[in-house]
């Protein structure tokens, strides 16, 4: 897995969705390192990194074997990025300190 903070969220490659069974959600229209594009989203990916997980929707990636991690996953799961140590820092979860807010 690569993290990809300029990939918004969870992308999979077409064969892992399909080994997955996962569901087609919608096509969308996409910005690439290429240029634009339509990619299909696909629902139901249950996800967990260091212990927490959630459930999110994925960007098919039709070529190449690497799953990338964007932003909102990361968010979503509270997790930061240590990129001196390449590792994550767990984020509290309760507490004064936590990541979790509904402002």
């Keep these: 897995m690569l993290v990809d903070t300029g990939a918004s969220i969870l992308c999979l490659p077409a064969q892992l969705i399909e080994r997955l069974g996962l569901g087609f959600v919608r096509e969308v229209q996409?910005?690439?390192?290429?240029?634009p594009a339509t990619a299909r989203i696909f629902g139901d990916v249950r996800l967990t990194v260091e212990g927490?997980?959630?459930?999110?929707?994925?960007?098919?990636?039709?070529?190449?074997?690497?799953?990338?991690?964007?932003?909102i996953p990361l968010e979503t799961l509270g997790l930061e990025l240590d990129l001196r140590n390449q590792r994550f820092i767990l984020l509290p979860d309760y507490g004064p300190e936590t990541y979790i807010s509904a402002l």
């Design 30 to 35: 996409t910005e690439t390192a290429t240029g």
């Design 52 to 71: 927490r997980s959630a459930t999110f929707e994925c960007l098919e990636l039709p070529g190449g074997e690497a799953i990338l991690l964007g932003v």
